[in-house]
């Protein structure tokens, strides 16, 4: 049974840090690249940043320089470092694991950046 569990998000304040992590469970994680994207309120999903395989990095440019994905393949999580936090950072942010045309998305965690 497939899995993906998102952790890490919660309140913050501008200039603050989070870092979230989802965990994998129920095919080879490492064979599937790995994103975040976000939602925030009254607005359209969002692309983030995605890790390949290989650890190719991509972001989008609004995040460009503040935030960081990663991933343990041993452990089956990526992770998504967030630094110098804006308050139009505030959405909920899910991880998409994705081969082809096959992917899984997680449940989503909420990140409010919030003076």
């Known amino acids: 049974q497939v899995q993906l569990v998102e952790s890490g998000g919660g309140l913050v304040q501008p200039g603050g840090s989070l870092r979230l992590s989802c965990s994998a469970s129920?095919?080879?994680?490492?064979?599937?690249?790995a994103a975040w994207y976000r939602q925030a309120p009254g607005k359209q999903r969002e692309f983030v940043a995605r890790?390949?395989?290989?650890?190719?990095?991509y972001y989008a440019n609004s995040v460009k320089g503040r935030f960081t994905i990663s991933r343990d393949n041993a452990k089956n999580t990526v992770f998504l470092q967030m630094n110098s936090l804006k308050l139009e950072d505030t959405a909920v942010y899910f991880c998409?694991?994705?081969?082809?045309?096959?992917?899984?998305w997680g449940q989503g965690t909420q990140v409010t950046v919030s003076v």
């Open positions: 890790i390949a395989t290989g650890g190719h990095t």
């Open positions: 129920g095919f080879t994680f490492s064979s599937y690249a």
């Open positions: 998409n694991l994705a081969q082809g045309l096959r992917e899984f």
